[in-house]
Every structure is written in C-alpha cells, then in structure tokens.
C-alpha cells in the first residue's frame, strides 16, 4: 500500500477540496494509499481558512503536524518571501525543522497541494515530493493567479495542470504527469472578445481576479487539479510509476518515461456523471 505525506499551507477551499477527495477515494477503496501525516506550515489561529482544513483533518483522525513558516521567520527576524533562487539560512533552517519533526514518518510520496513555500535542496533530496502545478510542462511558473495572467497576456489559447517531482528548480522538476484543456473556443471567445483592446495592468486593477475571462480560465483549471492527482497517486500505487533513488521517474518496466498526458482520463471523469 502506498503511503502518503500532505503538505499543505491551507490558505483557501481549494486545499480542503483537494484532501477530501483524496481521502473520500482512499475510503472507497480506489485508492489504494493511505495518508501517515499532514504537514501544515501554519498553526491554529492563524487563519479562518487554515483552521477549517486543521478541523478537517482531525476530523479524518489523520496525524497533523504544524510549524508556523510566519512565527520561524519572526523568531528569526526576516520575512518570509524569498526574493531569489537561492532559501536564505533561515528557511533551510526551517526545511530542518519540519524534517525532524517528521522524522517518525516514512511515506513513500509526499504530496505538495497548497503548500505556499520554496523547499529546500534538503528536503528535496530527503523526500519523494510531488508537486500540483497549474500549467503545462511548457508553460509559466507561478502561483495560479499568476499563471492566469501570463496566458491572458499572452493570448493563450490553451493551458493545463500537471504534477511534477520538486527539485530546487522551482516548478521545473521532472514532470510526472498532465492533462492540457482549450482555453478558446465557443466557451471563452466572448470573453476574448471582451478584453481585446484591454491592456492586461487595466484588467488587474479595475477587475482582478473578478474579470469573467480570469475566472472562466481559473474554473477550467481547478475542475482538474483534483482528478489528476488522484490519477497521479493511484499510478504510483498501481506501480505504473517509480521514482529510483537518482531521482528518476520509471515505468512499471524500470525506463524513464517524460511524462504521462492523462488529458483522455481526465475528460472522461469530467464528463462521467456525478
């Protein structure tokens, strides 16, 4: 059986969505998994939002471990974003902290989903972690809003959501698995239409994250993201995928495989009834 990791930040609904249903398959036995521990980089009281996914997961009787990201780095006297490649001494201090405080668990995969900050070379090279990311293989790093307006300022016509293994090259790790979905067409070309003329700056402050077009992309997206991590789990379940102890992603047969496009599975469950 495959054992499971969760980290997570858990700043929104989406983080919750995504634990439920990984943990609503295991139950059903479609998943062969089971989660060990959720890792949360916030602690109670630090957020509406975070307390509700710290309830959620007390609630499934899952072991939870939390070190606040904010209340290390105020200890530490720095902020905690990173304004280059490289963690300052603070933050691996913090990838060493969150290890030792792991150090009773052995999961195979450690899955990142809402989890909001840059891992170390460290942790990258003591864990197997898998991370959800919302764009192609080929598209733009990022945050999700972030990627949205890349692909409105550059006239995309088409995005995805992958997972891929984390290395210290921030959302460029081996990927593991996508699926791609149009983002023009009867759908969305009204709502092209609409911004035609518009610089994208305009759009972020008199619109935002409000503008339709943002939040047709953004849904078009998120309807994804949960299914192919479940994909992505019950392939290294199934055995179909293995990571080796180089860090490389194998076939069931033991040969490196570039990434599997699960775009036909992904539709299928999109369109399955509910």
């Not at 858990?10 to 998994?33: F, Q, V």
């Not at 989903?113 to 898998?130: D, F, K, Q, S, W």
């Not at 040969?255 to 999109?270: A, C, M, N, W």
Request: one cysteine or more; glycine letters at 8%.
């Amino acid at each position: 059986m495959l054992r499971v990791g969760w980290f997570s930040t858990a700043r929104g609904d989406s983080s919750r969505k995504l634990l439920s249903t990984a943990y609503a398959s295991i139950r059903s036995g479609e998943l062969k998994a089971q989660i060990d521990f959720v890792f949360c980089s916030r602690e109670p009281g630090e957020s509406e939002k975070t307390d509700l996914f710290i309830e959620q997961v007390k609630g499934y009787g899952i072991p939870l471990i939390c070190l606040s990201v904010k209340e290390f780095a105020q200890r530490s006297s720095q902020e905690i974003g990173v304004k280059n490649k490289r963690l300052p001494e603070w933050r691996v201090e913090y990838d060493r902290q969150v290890m030792k405080k792991l150090s009773t668990y052995n999961a195979d995969i450690c899955v990142l989903a809402g989890y909001m900050l840059i891992v170390g070379p460290e942790m990258c090279g003591h864990y197997n972690l898998i991370n959800l990311h919302p764009a192609l293989p080929s598209g733009p790093k990022g945050t999700w809003q972030e990627v949205i307006w890349y692909l409105i300022s550059t006239r995309a016509t088409e995005s995805g959501v992958m997972m891929h293994l984390v290395t210290p090259d921030l959302d460029r790790g081996p990927v593991i698995t996508y699926c791609k979905y149009s983002i023009s067409g009867p759908e969305f070309n009204t709502l092209w239409a609409e911004i035609k003329d518009v610089p994208v700056i305009t759009l972020k402050a008199q619109q935002g994250e409000n503008n339709e077009l943002f939040k047709k992309i953004r849904q078009a997206g998120f309807m994804r993201e949960t299914p192919l991590i479940i994909h992505t789990l019950k392939s290294f379940s199934e055995g179909k995928i293995t990571i080796d102890r180089r860090k490389r992603l194998l076939d069931a047969a033991g040969k490196p495989i570039p990434g599997y496009d699960l775009t036909s599975e992904i539709d299928r469950d999109l369109s399955a009834p509910q």
